[in-house]
């Protein structure tokens, strides 16, 4: 659960550092510290992916 939510959190943080990962959290509304224990569900990983794209100006590998 949560593996490709983690992944965007650790593909932010390699591109911005803390700060692009603490915005990520406040678009997602799901903390890094519960990432873990939320689904990877279509919802949570297009929510993140649309995050990610607009915080780096890409799309997070993998996922």
């Known amino acids: 659960m949560g593996s490709k939510l ?4 650790e593909f932010v943080e390699s591109k911005g550092g803390m700060q692009a990962k603490m915005r990520l959290a406040m ?22 992916k649309a995050a990610v794209k607009e915080i780096t100006g890409e799309a997070p590998p993998g996922v």
């Open 27 to 48: 678009m997602t509304g799901i903390a890094s510290a519960k990432a873990a224990g939320e689904a990877d569900s279509d919802e949570n990983v297009e929510k993140f």
């Open 6 to 9: 983690l992944q965007c959190y």
